[in-house]
T-cell receptor, first 113, second 109 residues
């Protein structure tokens, strides 16, 4: 298996633009997690899905952030409109079972100018 | 609310030294995860443990449930071990991880 796949790997955009980050989890994994990592706050969970259903989105910072998982092999995290403070590395991770080891994607480094 | 603390924040050692990184948490957990993040950013899961000890190559992870404490040990450290090591607690009843702030390890040749 190729592991968790994220795209793009780098994204530079201007304030106010819409940003869409994509994730393909490992086949057969029932859980998908979106994390954000910054120097100031470290790793933070934004939202996670179980069998394509959002379970906990309490970490989503505000209404500008939204996430979807239309099927078992694809998820998106969208920021609209983007702001400079959204600049961070966004990781997607998946796990096969509740509370089990999580496998991380390579991350998307987002820079909002 | 569970809080996870790691120590030290930064650690520099000579190649070959025995390394210990500590992690403490405040409430009962379902499992403790150790992650490794190399410069360049990729995160790799090293261990997930809920009791006792696990070993993988030169890495050993232990957990003491009563004391709410875990340690990550590296034997015969090597410059390629230089990375940030992050512990994270898995909490009963949900799949959310609570992360420590990480320990930046630098091994000097």
């Amino acid at each position: 298996d190729a592991g968790v796949i994220q795209s793009p790997r780098h994204e530079v955009t201007e304030m106010g633009q819409e940003v869409t980050l994509r994730c393909k989890p490992i086949s057969g994994h029932d859980y998908l997690f979106w994390y954000r990592q910054t120097m100031m706050r470290g790793l933070e969970l934004l939202i996670y899905f179980n069998n394509n259903v959002p379970i906990d989105d309490s970490g989503m910072p505000e209404d500008r952030f939204s996430a979807k998982m239309p099927n078992a092999s694809f998820s998106t995290l969208k920021i609209q409109p983007s702001e400079p403070r959204d600049s961070a590395v966004y990781f997607c991770a998946s796990s096969v079972y509740r509370g089990y080891e999580q496998f991380f994607g390579p991350g998307t480094r987002l820079t909002v100018l | 609310k569970n809080e996870v603390e790691q120590s030290p924040q930064n650690l520099t050692a000579q190649e070959g030294e025995f390394i210990t990184i500590n992690c403490s948490y405040s409430v009962g957990i379902s499992a403790l995860h150790w992650l490794q993040q190399h410069p360049g950013g990729g995160i790799v899961s090293l261990f997930m443990l809920s009791s006792g000890k696990k070993k993988h190559g030169r890495l050993i992870a232990t957990i003491n449930i009563q004391e709410k404490h875990s340690s990550l040990h590296i034997t015969a450290s090597h410059p390629r071990d230089s990375a940030v090591y992050i512990c994270a607690s898995g909490n009963f009843g949900n799949e959310k991880l609570t992360f420590g702030t990480g320990t930046r390890l630098t091994i000097i040749p």
